[in-house]
């Protein structure tokens, strides 16, 4: 059975920095894109930044130029590093990584979220 299993998160003053960290366990085959989603209290879940495996990036446009996602390959985790933090930016983060198992088939996967918290 997989599971994305997440790290990080906490509560930061305004203009503070974070790091949140994913990976899958269990057996697979391989993971395709990786990301990360965001839901605030009252809001929808909103996309924040995904990487493919050829470590091509796509960001919200509230978080370009302040949150920085990377990947590393050998170890199938994904690095969410959060800067500039504002309280807009506190919700729940969700991991997500889109799998293949052993029989090649794909699923998307979705980590049990991490709380981000910015306040004075």
């Known amino acids: 059975q997989v599971e994305l299993v997440e790290s990080g998160g906490g509560s930061v003053q305004p203009g503070g920095s974070l790091r949140l960290s994913c990976r899958p366990s269990?057996?697979?085959?391989?993971?395709?894109?990786m990301g990360w989603h965001r839901q605030a209290p009252g809001k929808q879940r909103e996309l924040v930044a995904t990487i493919t495996t050829t470590r091509s990036a796509n960001y919200a446009d509230s978080v370009r130029g302040r949150f920085t996602i990377s990947r590393d390959l050998a170890k199938n985790t994904v690095t969410l590093e959060l800067n500039s933090l504002k309280p807009e930016d506190t919700a729940v983060y969700y991991c997500y990584g889109r799998i293949t198992h052993m029989d090649l088939k794909q699923r998307d996967y979705w980590g049990q979220g991490t709380q981000v918290t910015v306040s004075s």
């Open positions: 269990g057996s697979f085959f391989s993971v395709l894109t």
